[in-house]
């Protein structure tokens, strides 16, 4: 009986793939935190705009979200500015905790919501509406880059048969610094919609109104990440494309605030 009764279960997860489902649940039992949530980052965006005496601006705006790790803030800081593509602006945002001192860069810039959200979406949107730029890019504060992410991935982006967004190879590293594996999926979105492979840390895209994170509080148990979420919803107007070259090197860190994969 048991296995008649999951019939239909599994019957939708082989047609529309579980992430698809798992995020379609999220969206029914998750919707008021998001207008709240929403609410919050309205606020937050003119509060801060008002203290910046114009928006940062360049060819790429890179997104860095942070709560409480001031040593490795500063160093996915510093390899967010050694990139080798130099038209390129930084801007940090902290999650409510206050702001360690950052290096003396006119390309940066760095801000701090006036509370706690811990919505990692809520805070990379933050950054996103108060940067201008014809590309964004997103690095968390526990994952450095390699100095050529943003040229490699720039290269995909301005090509011939340029997508609208990229993301390069993950090189997962251990907490004792040892290296798990590395992560390399062409992108596929009947594969996507079945395994989560999506990181917004290797993800540069243009700059187009769905490049927003989703607002839902997602806590570590619920399934898909916003990675996932934003970038399945990207591809669905956008060209997507992998480059499968490691540029990232991604912390597995089970202490994570948003997440532990």
């Given amino acids: 009986m048991r296995r008649v009764a999951r019939m239909p279960w599994t019957l939708l997860k082989a047609v529309f793939g579980w992430l698809v489902l798992f995020e379609a649940r999220n969206k029914v039992l998750l919707a008021p935190s998001a207008v709240r949530l929403r609410r919050i980052e309205d606020a937050e965006v003119r509060r801060l705009s008002a203290g910046l005496p114009a928006p940062p601006a360049a060819l790429v705006a890179t997104v860095i979200a942070t709560h409480r790790r001031p040593d490795a803030l500063r160093a996915a800081v510093r390899s ?10 930084v801007i940090v945002v902290d999650d409510g905790a206050g702001l360690p001192e950052l290096p003396d860069d006119p390309r940066l810039f760095a801000v701090c919501l006036a509370r706690n959200t811990g919505v990692a979406g809520v805070v990379r949107n933050v950054g996103i509406r108060l940067t201008r730029s014809r590309y964004v890019a997103f690095l968390d504060d526990d994952n450095l880059w390699e100095p050529d992410h943003l040229e490699r991935a720039l290269a995909a982006l301005e090509s ?15 907490p004792d610094g040892s290296e798990k594996d590395i992560l390399s999926v062409p992108y596929d979105r009947r594969r996507a919609a079945r395994e989560s492979f999506l990181d917004t840390n290797a993800f540069v895209a243009r700059r187009t109104r769905s490049l927003r994170f989703s607002r839902l509080r997602r806590t570590p148990e619920v399934l898909p990440r916003e990675d996932w979420e934003l970038i399945h919803r990207y591809a669905r107007r956008h060209p997507v494309r992998h480059v499968p070259h490691p540029t990232v090197r991604y912390l597995v860190n089970p202490a994570s605030f948003y997440t532990d994969w």
């Avoid at 967010?80 to 602006?89: I, K, Y």
């Avoid at 011939?160 to 251990?174: H, M, S």
């Fill in 80 to 89: 967010a500015l050694d990139q080798t593509v130099r038209d390129h602006v």
């Fill in 160 to 174: 011939a048969d340029a997508p609208a967004g990229v993301y390069t190879a993950l090189r997962r590293v251990l």
